[in-house]
């Protein structure tokens, strides 16, 4: 028996009793753990410690498939998967390519904004044949977040900007990324705007905004959340060290938050959106 499913490349002929998972994204990673399916191949940027610790602790062995911007396909084929999960964004390209290996879904993660990606969940709920183990699992979900919601302290209102920084300068979540749309959610004030948006360049094709240390002094946000990781803790320094840091609103008034790239920038699921919004309600101002 086969299961045909409509993705953004047209249909996937599936079988219905898929055992052998290879993941391209890490919020694939987490929705087949959410749903107890064995992940045996993840393009994990070449180290599994990129996975947030609840999805290491569940995957266990796996085979590493290169990066998630160009997988590896002949270790993808050796992994001999029945269903490939591929990103929109990244993998258009090579997605006849991985069609030859196994039926392949080419889905919304990178350029997805927080309902896209539970769209996204209930539709791989669905091709593994757990559709029913991910409505309980989405109305869980939503318990979750009302909850850890209700945990945050800081001040809502005030304009906010998610950004990582980098050597080119400060690429800031548009206000259809994940993360903003997430802020958005949760009732916080976002900072961009959408014409501002219109006016500075994107970062991949993807909704992520190209900001020069100026262009970051005019809009001069209220509050900074910067996601950080060990490959970019130099761009951080470079921006402190700028004339135009002590100068931001956010500086000034205490409202600059540092937090954990993997998690808050690059995962992007069920689990890691609970533990991000959990986090959140240990910052302060």
């Known amino acids: 028996m086969t299961i045909e499913i409509k ?13 052998t998972v290879v993941a391209l994204e890490y919020s694939f990673v987490d929705a087949l753990v959410e749903l107890d399916m064995e992940v045996a191949g993840i393009a994990d940027d070449g180290d ?6 609840p999805l290491r602790d569940h995957v266990g062995d796996y085979k590493s498939v290169g990066s998630r911007l160009e997988p590896d396909l002949d270790k993808i084929k050796e992994v001999q998967p029945q269903l490939i999960i591929a990103d929109e964004n990244r993998h258009s390209e090579i997605y006849d390519q991985l069609e030859e290996i196994a039926p392949t879904l080419l889905l919304r993660s990178f350029n997805a904004d927080y309902n896209e990606n ?75 705007t959408q014409e501002l948006e219109e006016s500075v360049p994107e970062y991949m094709n993807g909704d992520y905004l190209e900001f020069t240390y100026d262009q970051l002094a ?4 209220q509050r900074l959340i910067l996601m950080v990781a060990d490959e970019n ?14 100068n931001l609103d956010a500086v000034k008034n205490n409202r600059v938050h540092f937090t954990d790239r ?8 069920l689990i890691s959106t609970e533990q991000l919004v959990d986090d959140m309600s240990n910052l302060s101002e």
């Open 7 to 19: 993705h953004n490349a047209g249909k996937a002929v599936i079988p219905d009793d898929v055992e």
């Open 48 to 53: 599994r410690n990129n996975l947030i610790q």
């Open 118 to 192: 539970i769209d996204v969940f209930r539709l791989i709920g669905y091709a593994v044949s757990k559709e029913s183990e991910a409505q309980k699992r989405l109305e869980q979900h939503e318990e979750t977040m009302k909850a850890n919601n209700d945990k945050i302290t800081i001040d809502k209102s005030i304009e906010t900007l998610p950004a990582v920084v980098s050597e080119r300068g400060v690429t800031a979540h548009g206000l259809k990324s994940h993360m903003s749309s997430l802020l958005d959610v949760l009732d916080f004030k976002l900072s961009l």
């Open 218 to 221: 005019e809009l001069n946000p």
């Open 233 to 246: 803790e130099d761009s951080v320094q470079s921006l402190k060290d700028s004339d135009i840091w002590h």
């Open 262 to 269: 993997e998690l808050w920038a690059k995962s992007r699921g």
